[in-house]
Nanobody, 121 residues
Framework: QVQLVESGGGLVQPGGSLRLSCAAS????????MGWYRQAPGKQRELVAA???????NYADSVKGRFTISRDNAKRTVYLQMNSLKPEDTAVYYC???????????????WGQGTQVTVSS
């Protein structure tokens, strides 16, 4: 059994910052790609940022230069530092981690429960 627990969302004014965290726990052998997605009301879920086990990163164009994704493998945690936040960043943010519970198993994607980020004055 694997669980992802997110934290760090909240209400912030435009131009402010937030840091999201997502920690995995349970029966984990290895973690590959970690990522953050977001879903605004009435819109599809979209990729915000991702980081591989080799620490290669990928960002949505809309957040480049403002958001930074990082990971701590020992803590099985992925972070999303969000700076210069805009009202259009308002959404529920979800983390996703690709995990295997044993070396012979196939990679499986696990999702966090989601955390609300609201950018408003």
């Amino acid at each position: 059994q694997v669980q992802l627990v997110e934290s760090g969302g909240g209400l912030v004014q435009p131009g402010g910052s937030l840091r999201l965290s997502c920690a995995a726990s349970g029966n984990i052998f290895s973690i590959n790609v970690m990522g953050w997605y977001r879903q605004a009301p009435g819109k599809q879920r979209e990729l915000v940022a991702a980081i591989t086990s080799g620490r290669l990163t990928n960002y949505a164009d809309s957040v480049k230069g403002r958001f930074t994704i990082s990971r701590d493998n020992a803590k099985r945690t992925v972070y999303l530092q969000m700076n210069s936040l805009k009202p259009e960043d308002t959404a529920v943010y979800y983390c996703k981690q690709e995990i295997i519970s044993a070396s012979w198993q196939a990679w499986r994607s696990y999702w966090g429960q989601g955390t609300q980020v609201t950018v408003s004055s």
